[in-house]
């Protein structure tokens, strides 16, 4: 999606506003509509029967025929898609699930040239067509795509609004030079890559994260409920967003420039959600490190390492292919010896075998470009297990 940041007026607020409860209201209505079925029973209501309901609500409550029907109506379109996706057994979604104040702010519009248009006022100024609420401008940072037929406003819990349009990029075209890249991602190192570059997901300065340290323990303090504690909220919000922004962009340029430069992307085969789980346990067994852990996780959450991958799917699509990383930061990549005692220290490897010296996510980055994967049970065929047992050395007299 190309996603810009919206400008409205105070009044135009209070109506986009409105249009994202009304939104939130018939999806959490469609929730507790399907939340009833279950096998045996007859089936809930489709799309064109609520569509239907819609209409009886609208004219039983005036607050809410008093909104846009094209913004409820495609709320119930988004929760049957939701649901689509659901049953689908080769799509990996959720089940749909209530939507929170605060939380899940936004709503879609369709029909581009009778529900809405965009125009352009100045360099920087773009206008675009909401329903109830007129022509709210934006900022024109790039070109609308001309063939956008719906575009989504959503606000983020830092009080920014924004408008994406719905529309599906071009990949970004294979250079032809039959080069190999592979990437290894880490916390220290965000990505490393094959050819010796070592990237770096940006963070929060210190001086950030000393001021967000101070806001959170403001926080706990704070009274629930008071505007005190509402303020400290949206301060910490902002430099998460901030943060956000930050991750958002990085992947983005990385992605795109190992896209233009490589014909072939492979990558580590990563469960980024097993390996983020909490390791608190239960009350009868409880888990051990849970602090070490958790910073773990943020760290690997922090690196972008999921955003960086499913960037690089959608920009070359085809030309990215997933690795197992069994064993390829201790497998070295110049005489194929796989040894723990090679990997020295988070930074450094050094064969135990043939003496080969370098950065060690240089040297997994190196093995996943050449597709290495190494099993517990033995090898890949070319990785030689170093032998520990002493060995009778036999000289001819």
């Given amino acids: ?40 029973r007859k089936s809930a209501p489709g799309y ?26 495609q709320a119930l379109r988004d929760f049957t898609q939701a649901m689509a996706a659901f049953f689908d057994p080769a799509n990996p979604a959720g089940r749909p699930s209530w939507r929170k104040a605060g939380r899940n702010e936004g709503f879609r519009i369709v029909g581009r040239g009778q ?26 940072s790039r070109a609308v ?3 956008a037929k719906s575009y989504r406003v959503t606000k983020d819990r830092a009080g920014r609004w924004h408008v994406a349009f719905a529309v599906i990029p071009a990949p970004v075209p294979a250079p032809g030079n039959g080069q190999v890249a592979g990437i290894d991602r880490g916390v220290t190192v965000s990505a490393a890559l094959s050819t010796g570059e070592l ?15 101070r806001l959170q323990r403001k926080l706990a303090r704070a009274t629930r409920g008071s505007n005190g504690r509402g303020r400290v909220r949206h301060a910490i919000a902002r430099l998460k967003a901030r943060e ?18 490589f014909d072939l992307i492979r ?8 390996m983020t789980r909490s390791a608190t346990g239960t009350r009868e067994n409880p888990g051990r490190g849970v602090r070490q852990k958790a910073g773990l996780n943020r760290g690997i959450l922090a690196s972008g390492w999921g955003l960086l991958v499913r960037r690089l799917q959608d920009k070359a699509p085809g030309r990215v292919e997933k690795i197992s990383p069994a064993f390829t930061s201790q497998r070295c990549s ?26 060690a996510d240089v040297n997994a980055a190196t093995n996943i470009a050449a597709g290495h994967a190494v099993t517990a049970r033995g090898g890949d065929g070319v990785t030689r297990p170093v032998n520990r047992e002493p060995q009778l050395l036999l000289h001819s007299v």
């Fill in 48 to 73: 064109l029967e609520q569509c239907r309901q819609l209409t009886q609500v609208r004219a039983g409550y005036p607050w809410l025929a008093a909104g846009s029907q094209t913004v409820q109506q």
């Fill in 334 to 359: 110049a005489c194929g010896q796989m040894d723990r005692d090679s990997r020295e220290s988070q930074a450094v490897f050094r064969c135990t075998a043939c003496g080969f010296a370098g950065n």
């Fill in 267 to 274: 990558v580590e085969d990563l469960q980024i959600t097993n």
């Fill in 115 to 140: 529900q809405w248009d965009v125009r352009r006022v100045s360099r920087h100024v773009g206008e675009i067509w909401v329903p109830k609420a007129w022509w709210v401008r934006f900022r024109w």
């Fill in 244 to 261: 956000t922004d930050r991750r958002k962009d990085w992947a983005e340029r990385v992605s795109t420039g190992i896209a233009r430069r």
């Fill in 199 to 213: 990237l770096r997901c940006p963070a929060l300065t210190g001086r950030e994260r000393t001021r967000l340290r």
């Fill in 145 to 147: 795509p001309p063939d």
């Fill in 1 to 40: 999606m190309s996603r810009y940041r919206l400008n409205p007026t105070p009044a135009q607020e209070a109506v986009l506003r409105d249009h994202c409860g009304h939104a939130r209201y018939i999806w959490n209505l469609a929730v507790e509509q399907h939340s009833h079925w279950h096998p045996g």
